[in-house]
């Protein structure tokens, strides 16, 4: 499943991925249990984040190259110990860029944009006005998500969200919000063993075979 962001999977792949056959992927999407298109052919697809939204949702790890296929790219601006920060934070499997200098972030941002710009306020030089920079950054990624590290207040646009350095868990929520655990027709909000029969005998039994074991295959 290596490729892009926008990489699809084939409701054949799916089955595949959660050890399940073919109908029990058209009854998940009948269920409006995941989230699908189809082809002008009327074939189903799926795509990468859709898929890892849905296996997270339910309480169960990403394969890996899935994960890649779908997290965000973050980029940290400041020093080592910001990099450090963001990563900590963040946790493992979010790949995290880093520029020393804002020069250089904007020469990553114009070659590779990222989703997200974490700038360590006290790293900038003196010399570079931070709202200057904050605009061009949003001149080149207009879609990102831009926030300021600081423990002073800031003079920063409207729309840069400010965080204490400290504060790592208010920048996962900001950048990694939590998943809600879908409710499914005839089920309640659960995980793995914990979803709940509500009517059917039929219900549980369209759980993925891997989730009744706990894991997925690699």
Request: net charge negative; glycine share 8%.
């Amino acid at each position: 499943m290596s490729g892009s962001r926008e990489k699809l999977l084939t409701a054949s792949d799916l089955a595949s991925l959660c050890e399940v056959d073919l109908k029990t992927i058209h009854n998940w999407v009948d269920r409006g249990r995941i989230a699908h298109f189809r082809t002008p052919g009327r074939h189903l697809r799926f795509r990468a984040a859709d898929v890892a939204e849905f296996l997270r949702a339910w309480g169960y790890a990403v394969p890996r190259e899935l994960a890649r296929a779908t997290s965000k790219l973050i980029m940290a601006i400041g020093g080592k110990d910001s990099l450090a920060h963001v990563s900590r934070s963040l946790g493992d499997g979010v790949p995290v860029r880093h520029a020393d200098h804002p020069y250089d972030a904007l020469i990553y941002a114009g070659a590779e944009p990222a989703d997200a710009f974490i700038v360590d306020v006290r790293s900038v030089p003196p010399e570079i006005e931070l709202s200057g920079f904050f605009e061009a950054l949003h001149r080149a990624c207009p879609q990102g998500v831009f926030m300021a590290l600081s423990d002073e207040p800031t003079d920063v646009p409207p729309f840069v969200t400010r965080l204490g350095r400290a504060d790592a868990q208010g920048l996962k929520t900001a950048l990694l919000p939590e998943t809600q655990v879908p409710t499914a027709p005839g089920l309640s909000a659960g995980t793995g063993n914990q979803v709940q029969q509500a009517v059917g005998p039929s219900v549980v039994e369209d759980v993925p075979r891997s989730m009744a074991s706990g894991e997925f295959p690699r």
